[in-house]
């Protein structure tokens, strides 16, 4: 499954039972909605293809893993149901990383934020750089990272998140994100996270699929309500986004 256009693209290609899905955007590796739908339905097919043992989760380039939201799309909302369905975006790529049946292996060479930080914790193992600081920089837009917060607080700690979470302005350091389990693994350069990385999933593809797809469900036990919790995060935020505070603070943003 490849589409690239100027908007953005989701490719995933199968190697040695490995699925390596890859996007990429212009803005940082930011998701709109389309790139946001194209996920989840790539996950969705592979998670049903019995030739896929364990999926890599990358983006584009040696620059940010991923900025989160497109502020492009944010400032075009202008109802409570446009602001609802662009984050029920967020909302299907977590559910579908969590109902996956199989592992997920994430790999973040740069910088995280919002959204991006939600993916990397809905990974089942993450491979990172020095080079990939984390924020979540919600709540300085007048939002909130309602949606990820599940995923994030499950990963890392409600106590790790809320300190995430308040200090919006502020990047924390990929070590800080090693330490409370956001990050597996951390590694000086690119070059030797992508060998430790084809080390790491050829192992894992090696092992019996069916105890994996049995292991996934165990490391995700007691999900399932996010079913229909992270899509009433999404109306929280979809009416936020809607406040004049957001559309001023984006719109300095992108000065």
């Given at each position: 499954?490849?589409?690239?256009?100027?908007?953005?693209?989701?490719?995933?290609?199968?190697n040695?039972?490995?699925?390596?899905?890859?996007?990429?955007?212009?803005?940082?590796?930011?998701?709109?909605?389309?790139?946001?739908?194209?996920?989840?339905?790539?996950?969705?097919?592979?998670?049903?293809?019995?030739?896929?043992?364990?999926?890599?989760?990358?983006?584009?380039?040696?620059?940010?893993?991923?900025?989160?939201?497109?502020?492009?799309?944010?400032?075009?909302?202008?109802?409570?149901?446009?602001?609802?369905?662009?984050?029920?975006?967020?909302?299907?790529?977590?559910?579908?990383?969590?109902?996956?049946?199989?592992?997920?292996?994430?790999?973040?060479?740069?910088?995280?934020?919002?959204?991006?930080?939600?993916?990397?914790?809905?990974?089942d193992?993450?491979?990172?750089?020095?080079?990939?600081?984390?924020?979540?920089?919600?709540?300085?837009?007048?939002?909130?990272?309602?949606v990820?917060?599940?995923v994030?607080?499950?990963?890392?700690?409600?106590?790790?998140?809320t300190?995430?979470?308040?200090?919006?302005?502020d990047?924390?350091?990929?070590?800080?994100?090693?330490?409370?389990?956001?990050?597996?693994?951390?590694?000086?350069?690119?070059?030797?996270?992508?060998?430790?990385?084809?080390?790491?999933?050829?192992?894992?593809?090696?092992?019996?699929?069916?105890?994996?797809?049995?292991?996934?469900?165990?490391?995700?036990?007691?999900?399932?309500?996010?079913?229909?919790?992270?899509?009433?995060?999404?109306?929280?935020?979809?009416?936020?986004?809607?406040?004049?505070?957001?559309?001023?603070?984006?719109?300095?943003?992108?000065?």
């Amino acid at each position: 499954m490849n589409t690239t256009n100027t908007n953005g693209f989701i490719e995933s290609k199968i190697n040695n039972n490995i699925a390596t899905i890859t996007f990429g955007h212009p803005a940082s590796n930011s998701f709109p909605t389309h790139l946001l739908k194209e996920l989840t339905e790539t996950l969705n097919v592979i998670s049903e293809n019995n030739a896929v043992s364990i999926v890599i989760l990358k983006s584009q380039g040696d620059g940010a893993f991923c900025a989160g939201a497109s502020f492009d799309e944010l400032l075009s909302i202008n109802n409570f149901e446009e602001g609802k369905t662009f984050f029920s975006g967020f909302a299907n790529v977590i559910n579908a990383m969590r109902t996956c049946n199989k592992i997920i292996v994430g790999r973040v060479q740069g910088k995280a934020v919002g959204g991006g930080v939600g993916l990397a914790s809905a990974c089942d193992y993450v491979f990172a750089t020095q080079k990939a600081s984390i924020k979540l920089s919600e709540l300085a837009i007048g939002i909130g990272p309602f949606v990820i917060e599940p995923v994030v607080s499950r990963k890392i700690g409600k106590t790790a998140t809320t300190q995430l979470t308040l200090t919006a302005h502020d990047w924390k350091t990929p070590q800080w994100a090693f330490e409370k389990g956001l990050y597996s693994e951390i590694f000086d350069s690119t070059d030797e996270m992508d060998l430790a990385l084809e080390k790491f999933t050829l192992k894992l593809a090696s092992y019996n699929p069916d105890s994996l797809k049995e292991m996934k469900q165990v490391f995700w036990e007691n999900t399932t309500h996010w079913s229909t919790l992270l899509y009433d995060r999404a109306a929280i935020s979809g009416q936020l986004v809607l406040s004049d505070f957001t559309k001023n603070a984006l719109n300095q943003l992108k000065k």
